[in-house]
Each structure stands twice: as structure tokens, then as C-alpha cells.
């Protein structure tokens, strides 16, 4: 049956996608995906924003938590955020988690 697997994957804040990966009309929507704007484009870059984790070693029980980044003035800060208790982490803390999902948002268009 199904379960979980606990292998602890590598992740960074930067993710930067090959354009070979994606789409044609992802690389560059402000250009329509056309075939000489597509060639000119530059790969996506992704910032992280979110890590949920899972803790526990069912798929049928456990308990989630969540990392989140909190942007304002000239400084990210990432914050851990377990039912009602919120506290500032640093970034090489969330790194290290093991994650259940990644949320990235596009930072170049």
C-alpha cells in the first residue's frame, strides 16, 4: 500500500528553471512565446516562499507545519509556524527541513 517516503531532498531559495523544461508560452508571457522571444528570453527564476512539512511516519497520521516569508522593507524574514505558535527562524533552519511542498514564486518575467 501506499506510505511515505522519507528521503530528505535538497533545496535551495533560488530555483532557476532550463527554458528546455517549460512550455513555450512559459518562458516569456510578455512576449507572446514567439520563436525569437523565446531565444532571447531568460530562464525563469523562482524565489521560495513557503516549505509545509509533515512529521510523522504514516501517510494516515501526523502533524504539519509550516516556514513562510515574510517580505517587507528591505528584508525577508522566514517565520515557523506550528498551530498557534508563530517564531522568526533563520533561513538556514528552513533549508534544512524536510519538506512535503515548496512554494516558489516567479521573480523575472
Request: with cysteine; proline share 6%.
Amino acid at each position: 500500500g501506499p506510505h511515505k517516503v522519507s528521503k530528505p531532498i535538497r533545496y535551495s531559495e533560488t530555483l532557476r528553471l532550463s527554458k528546455a523544461h517549460l512550455a513555450p508560452n512559459c518562458v516569456n508571457l510578455q512576449n507572446h512565446g514567439s520563436k525569437s522571444s523565446r531565444a532571447a528570453a531568460p530562464a525563469p527564476t523562482f524565489k521560495l516562499f513557503a516549505v509545509v512539512s509533515h512529521h510523522g511516519h504514516t501517510l494516515g497520521g501526523g502533524h504539519y507545519t509550516c516556514d513562510s516569508r515574510s517580505v517587507g522593507g528591505s528584508s525577508s524574514e522566514w517565520f515557523h509556524c506550528d498551530d498557534s505558535r508563530i517564531h522568526r527562524v533563520p533561513v538556514s533552519e528552513v533549508l534544512r527541513r524536510q519538506a512535503y511542498v515548496l512554494f516558489f514564486e516567479r521573480v523575472n518575467s
